[in-house]
């Protein structure tokens, strides 16, 4: 697509006089899309109050056939469904029954939902942690967008040319584009702070100067440079580049909709209930998951005598530091766990996904799971009090019991729920 030489300023101007985004500003000039009516007649209207006469009374405005504006980040509950959220609601996907986008709740739901798995692994001096309170380990982002229905254009590449020009591709066409990177590469973060082999979606928005916009979920927008992007992309090869947007407003049907909440459900009490095999992983890998794991996290916090114990594991103050920092990454990020396990969120899904065709009975075990964010909230709560002096406050044994409650209501709140499931899915 041949651009002309003073792309930008012409963008900018447009800007100025329309109130469109950058990216939808240039899309607009390079597809020759004449400026909206309203545009026009404000600009008028402007022209006209200064030359000191009277504007011209302005006519019924066609419609506006514009998209969305981006949303701005924030009160993100959970990283991934709060970034697709934004991401659908700017290419103007919206939901067959109520017309508004597709909510944070019904997407995360959708990606699987909740969950529970940890796994540690420590030696002399370090310790590292994996903790994760919604859907693991089937890929989140992958399931959320084929359950959501939407219209997806899905790109990766080995080449670092032809990723660059997938890039380009989703911003001609006036979409947020989300991108796979290393997050240890972006020029913002830390690296220190982060592991190596973590890789983070964020999403593209367009250009501003010679460096590009991205929202990276933390409430401000940031700044990079299109060789420091394309470094974070390449830098682990299994991701090939990975970048994808949406090319279109369809919206997916009540039916297929209803159809992805009940698989949705079905996949979370597998994992919750121990009755599902882990794609990838070795069987004896599932006592991490689920009611098992929480389990087996009880008995650890409550041995006070092997090497397996958390007494043993945090009497290292190395040790005991690393698990407090880990938890409090873990549960403020909002990308694989929250201090409330996303059960709140779980229960807003809940309570959406009973507006669906004949899933009505779903909005019954809503309040199950809004009393399981309390319990998930308190238990946090004391486990962060405690880690940082466990033996003094000889508060294992209290935090192991409190699990074990908690492990209980899970248990029932799956079965009870799936169960429902059940019946709806036979008719």
Known sequence: ??????????????????????TTARKAILTNRPEPVSAQR???????????????????????????????????????????????????VLHPLTGQPLSEALLFGLG??????LHSFSEADSLSLALVTRAHPEPFTATLLERCG???????????????????AGLDEGRAVVVRVSRAALPWIDQQAVDA???????????????????????????????D????????????????????RRAPSPALLATGVLNAIGQASSRMLGTGDLPGLPAHYARNFGVAGLLQFADRLADTSSEAGWAHLLAAPALRADA????????????????????????????????????AALEAHAAAYRALAERWQAFTTALRASLPN???????????????????????????????????RRG
């Open 1 to 22: 697509m041949s651009q002309p030489k003073n792309l930008k300023k012409l963008t900018r101007a447009r800007m100025d006089r329309t109130g469109e985004s950058y």
């Open 42 to 92: 404000a600009a008028e209207r402007q022209a006209a109050t200064s030359q000191g006469r009277t504007p011209t009374p302005a006519q019924t405005p066609a419609q506006d056939t514009e998209l969305p504006e981006y949303p701005a980040p924030g009160n993100v509950r959970q990283y991934d469904a709060a970034l697709w959220h934004r991401v659908l609601t700017q290419a103007g």
């Open 112 to 117: 699987g939902g909740l969950g529970f798995m």
């Open 150 to 168: 939407a219209k997806v254009r899905i790109r990766t590449t080995g080449n670092s040319q032809a990723a660059g020009a997938n890039l380009d």
């Open 197 to 227: 082999a973590d890789t983070i979606d964020v999403a593209v928005l367009g250009e501003l100067d010679d460096a590009l916009l991205i929202d990276e979920g933390t409430g401000e927008l940031q700044l990079i440079s299109p060789a």
């Open 229 to 248: 992007l394309a470094t974070a992309r390449a830098r682990h090869k299994r991701d090939k580049n990975f970048c994808a947007w949406v090319p279109s």
């Open 324 to 359: 407090v920092r880990q938890f409090e990454q873990f549960f403020t990020e909002r990308r694989f766990a929250s201090a409330d396990g996303f059960r709140e969120l779980f229960a807003d899904f809940l309570t959406e996904a009973a507006q669906l065709p004949q899933l």
């Open 390 to 424: 466990p033996q003094e406050s000889g508060e294992l044994e209290a935090l192991s019991q409190s699990l074990r409650a908690l492990a209980e209501a899970e248990s029932a709140a799956s079965t009870a729920l799936e169960a429902t499931a059940s019946t709806l």
